[in-house]
Structures are given as C-alpha cells and as structure tokens.
C-alpha cells in the first residue's frame, strides 16, 4: 500500500497527532474542516470547495450559472449548470487562483476540490442527460486545468460518494484524475463484501465499473473505520469508538485485492483526550493492519 493515512479534525493537529502518526506508521495525515465553523470561514478548511470556486453571491448577475432544480428554477443552494462555458472559465479560473496559495504545500501533488457536500446536480435541459457523476467529472476536468496551470504535475481526485458513488457513463476521465472512495452509507458493523449486509452490497456494486472506469492508479479509499463522530451521528458527546477489528482486516484485504493503491480512513473525534478516557489500542491496530497489506 503506497499511502497510509488519517483524516483528523484540524483543531486536533499539533504534538499529539504527530507523535502518534509516526508510531502507527501512517505515511498521511489530512485534516478536515471544523465542524460548527461555515465553510466561508478562513478557519475552516473545507475539501467541498465549491462555494470558493463559484461564489452564490454571483446568483443576480449570472443565474446561468447555477444549477437548475426539476422544476426549471434556478438555484444558488449547490453547485452549477456544467453545460454553462462562462461557469466553468470562472471555476477554472478560481481553481487556478487557490493552487496558487496550496501549491507550496502539496508536495503530493494530489488535490481535492470537491463538488457541493450532499449536492443536488443540475437538471436543465442540456444537462438533464447527464448524471451526477458526468456532471462532477465536467467540473473536476476543469479544476484540475486550472490547478495545473499552476502546478503542472497536479492530479486531482474523482469523489465516489452519496450521489456520485455510481461511475460516469457519458463523460471519460482525463489523465490526471484518480478514483477516491468513500463508503459513507455503508453499514461499519459488518464487512464490506459480506454480502448478507444490504448497505454494504449498494455500496460496493458500482465499485467494479468505477475501477474500470478510472482505474487502479492512484486510486485511494477514504472510510469510515475511525470515524468516532460518524459513530455518533456527528454530535457530541462521543463515548468509546466502535472499533470491529475483524471488519477492518477483512476491509482492508478487500480494497488491497481490488488494486487501490492508497488507503485512509476518517479520524475525526480521535485526539488527546480520547487517548487519555479510552487508550490508543484502536488506533495502533488500525496503523499495524494497514501496514500488513501487500
Ligand atoms: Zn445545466
């Protein structure tokens, strides 16, 4: 497995977080956005960017720009019309612009400007044909055009997830974008080819297209093994993490035979103080099983 990694709440990250990523051997650490602090806010460090790259105030000027709901109405709520050219200059042109801040940092060279979280797509007339795979792969060729006229080595991440977790079927991938996967609806009790598990069956069947699709380079997994504040339904306060060590083996083995190269998985809820009420063993098993895998 050549990435090894966490995903942690960025108000996490300092001594502790570390010294721990180097004892569990992972070889990525990423931090999400603050939960409580809007997406706006400089504080918050959000990878569903694109209130950055197409600002709703933008809605009076150019309503063209943004998606049409079923009804024909437009709407500034989530995301754009991907058939509008003047849309996708502008995001292009504001990928480019944000590059220029995360370049000197990005030695992985890797980026993640996502579409809207838990986002509607557009259903005007041209783009009623495409579904909202198609729709986000527009737009991630877009971005990524822009970041790489910045960083030209810049590849960019394709998010299977809620309504883009099918593949894209009008629209192929461009060299530069990867496959990242991330099973939010999926039942973390059970293995995810446990095939007497309906949640995990729906969501593992666009898996085998989605590999073919984009295919194995690159590709990376985002879970939710470590996710302390899914298993609580994002609201605190949150007691022990869940940890089923046997699915998260079997898991793991799973994504390994499937070709990703990348594995990571949600930390969020694990810090300091979680170690302090309830140890670190979940955490050190997570880092060993990973670096188990071929
Ligand atoms: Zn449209």
Known sequence: MKRRGMLIWSFDFGEYWIDLAARMGLTVLGLHPIPDIPAEDPRSLEVHAMHL????????????????????????????????????????RKAEALAEQLAPYTTSH????????????????KCRELSPSDQALILYHR????????????????LAYQNTLQAPRKIRPEEGIFLEYAPIDRDSAFAL??????????????????????????????????????????????????FYQGVLRRDAAFYASRGFESVTSFGCGLNAA?????????????????????
Request: negative net charge; glycine residues 6%; proline residues 6%.
């Open 274 to 294: 979680y170690a302090r009420d309830y140890g670190e063993a979940p955490m050190l098993e997570y880092g060993r099983i990973l670096k188990e895998l071929p």
């Open 110 to 125: 890797r980026y993640s400007f996502w579409t809207s979280d838990s986002g509607k797509f557009c259903r005007c007339e």
């Open 143 to 158: 971005i990524l055009r822009g970041i790489r006229r910045v960083d030209p080595q810049a590849t960019h991440s394709f």
């Open 53 to 92: 790259l197409l600002p709703r105030d933008g809605f009076r000027e150019h309503p063209d720009w943004y998606r049409m709901d079923e009804c024909g109405v437009r709407s500034n709520d989530l995301n754009c019309c991907p058939s509008c050219g003047e849309a996708l200059d502008h995001i292009e």
């Open 193 to 242: 080819d446990d095939s007497s598990c309906w949640k995990n069956v729906c969501q593992t069947a666009p898996l085998r297209e989605l590999l073919e699709v984009f295919g194995t380079k690159d590709a990376q997994v985002l879970e939710y093994w470590m996710d302390n504040s899914r298993f609580y339904g994002w609201r605190h306060p949150f007691g022990e993490l869940p």
